[in-house]
């Protein structure tokens, strides 16, 4: 190579290098920046706020294991109050999902329960009304077995007073019979 190559290859390198630190500079900025607005830390966000491509913070181990620290962290106060860490924002979720569960859990019991306790007011209820109505029927019942029964002593009496009838009548047809053949020679016909 000649001394104007490795100058120039040098001069680039060192351009380079500069670059290179410019981007770490700006990605350690965003990242301390997004630490204290207490924001979600993401290597995609963080690439985007600084400026530069993602694959930047892949390359360079040191500055993808500040953003993982970062995402476990908590979150650094502002002068606006204390901020909350995504992990602190997931346990409130998670809790907040388990109180929902025991609330739907305990309303599904009382739902049960006010459930039996109507069903029992409505069989006492209609218990009462079919006690009302057995006694309504049992005497209607009564009424009808009353009327039954001398509706059949009516119809004895009849049957006895139809029987008188049919032997009154035998009797006065036997007597019609002898009275009418001792007056007439029966006719031969």
């Avoid at 109507?118 to 009353?146: C, F, I, N, S, Y």
Wanted: aromatic share 2%.
């Amino acid at each position: 190579m000649t001394p104007t190559g490795s100058v120039r290859t040098a001069a680039m390198t060192a351009g380079r290098q500069a670059d290179s630190e410019r981007r770490r500079q700006r990605v350690l900025e965003a990242l301390q920046q997004a630490r204290q607005r207490g924001e979600e830390i993401t290597a995609s966000a963080l690439a985007r706020q600084a400026r530069v491509d993602r694959t930047f913070l892949y390359r360079h181990r040191d500055l993808l294991e500040a953003v993982h620290a970062a995402q476990q962290a908590p979150a650094t106060t502002s002068g606006t109050g204390p901020r909350v860490s995504p992990a602190s924002l997931r346990a409130d979720l998670i809790n907040a999902q388990d109180r929902a569960a025991r609330l739907n859990r305990r309303v599904n019991q009382l739902e049960k329960k006010l459930s039996e306790a109507l069903g029992q007011q409505v069989w006492r209820a209609a218990d009462e009304e079919a006690h009302d109505d057995v006694g309504t029927l049992q005497r209607h019942v009564a009424a009808l077995q009353q009327e039954c029964a001398d509706i059949h002593l009516r119809l004895d009496e009849r049957d006895e007073e139809l029987q008188v009838a049919r032997t009154t009548n035998r009797e006065l047809m036997a007597q019609l019979n002898r009275a009418s053949g001792s007056s007439t020679p029966p006719s031969a016909g």
